[in-house]
């Protein structure tokens, strides 16, 4: 009589943890982890310039510190998110240095367009009244002005885009920053155009009509 096969014991499998625990969330970021980062590698916030904790999955790029900050630019980040992953893009190496160059100018020109695009974007928010959104716009605007031209007068009209919706919205000391920022650039490059010296003086107006109001609501208490 034959005895039948006894099964064998098969090792007790675990249970995968669901994608809300490894970091993965359907809105459309992914969770980083930085203790295996070096200061240099460290991407900071699209929105307020800290330490970015959650990136865009799909182009890489995007960083910000917080869920909040994400869902505030995410409405604007996912019309812009295609050219961002562009820019990603690995590209074969060539030994012909016409093609290196060739590739370098068509990079560049991708992020000429992407500021351009930004800075209008912002402009058109904040001529609307938008000043939520407005903010994210005029920072990303600021970042590729940054990258291709270094500290010089095309961030100020993006610095001051944001600067006036955070005076909108009553954050002064946000706009105080941001206005000092352009204003050290106005030092540094005298050669400024007259129309960004104008916008600086409407922005300082601005804060200054703030101020005085802040301080008329403290005299009445």
């Known amino acids: 009589m034959i005895s039948p096969r006894k099964k064998k014991k098969q090792p007790p499998q675990r249970k995968g943890k669901p994608l809300s625990e490894c970091g993965y969330d359907p809105r459309g970021f992914v969770r980083v982890t930085l203790l295996c980062r070096r200061k240099s590698d460290q991407h900071h916030c699209e929105l307020c310039s800290t330490i970015g904790r959650i990136v865009c999955y799909k182009c890489k790029l995007a960083f910000y510190c917080t869920v ?17 992953a562009v820019l990603k893009q690995a590209v074969a190496f060539s030994p012909l240095s016409e093609v290196r ?10 992020m000429v367009d992407l500021f351009l695009f930004t800075w209008k974007k912002g402009e058109a928010h904040l001529d609307k009244s938008e000043y939520n959104d407005a903010i994210p716009a005029a920072m990303k605007s600021v970042t590729y002005a940054e990258a291709l031209y270094g500290r010089g007068e095309e961030m100020i009209a993006p610095l001051l885009i944001a600067a006036e919706s955070h005076l909108m919205l009553k954050r002064l ?33 601005l804060l200054a009509l703030a101020n005085d109001e802040l301080q008329a609501r403290y005299l009445r208490f």
Not at 68 to 84: A, G, P
Not at 101 to 110: D, G, I, P, S, V
Not at 177 to 201: F, G, M, N, V, W
Request: with cysteine; aromatic share 6%.
């Open 68 to 84: 909040q900050h994400f869902l505030v630019d995410k409405e604007f980040h996912v019309s812009m998110c295609d050219k961002m």
């Open 101 to 110: 160059e060739k590739w370098r100018n068509q990079r560049r020109a991708y």
């Open 173 to 205: 000391n946000v706009a105080k920053a941001l206005l000092a920022h352009s204003l050290t650039i106005e030092l540094s490059k005298p050669e400024i155009r007259p129309l960004h010296k104008a916008r600086i003086r409407h922005v300082e107006g």
